[in-house]
């Protein structure tokens, strides 16, 4: 028997998308999109290319960017959770 989660946009605090090379336009903004139309309040984007974070915060149905986070630097969230976060260690090898 299988099991799948299944979680209400409403209960999601965060969420993390990693693009994609070859559909990463997607990712970017059509995702993103979504994301904010569901109402989830913290969106991060992690870009494999160049293992770039950028950290979105929900202004009225819109994101708007809190943080852009390269190699060499951390992340250091404090909301909705409270991590840190190491751009190189979510990024496949370059």
């Known amino acids: 028997m299988e099991h799948k989660l299944v979680l209400d946009a409403d209960s999601v605090l ?3 998308e ?3 090379p070859s559909n990463a336009a997607t990712d970017k903004v059509l995702k993103m999109h979504y994301y904010a139309a569901a109402g989830i309040p913290w ?3 992690v870009e494999q290319d160049s ?3 950028h950290l979105y ?3 009225d149905d819109t994101y708007v960017e809190k ?3 390269r190699p060499g ?3 250091r969230l404090t909301e909705p959770v ?3 976060l190491d751009p190189v260690e979510l990024s496949p090898p370059l």
Do not use: E, G
């Open 51 to 53: 293992a770039t974070l």
């Open 67 to 69: 943080a852009v986070v």
């Open 18 to 20: 990693i693009t994609s």
């Open 57 to 59: 915060a929900l202004v």
């Open 14 to 16: 965060l969420v993390c």
């Open 43 to 45: 969106y991060l984007l």
């Open 73 to 75: 630097d951390l992340l």
């Open 82 to 84: 409270v991590a840190v």
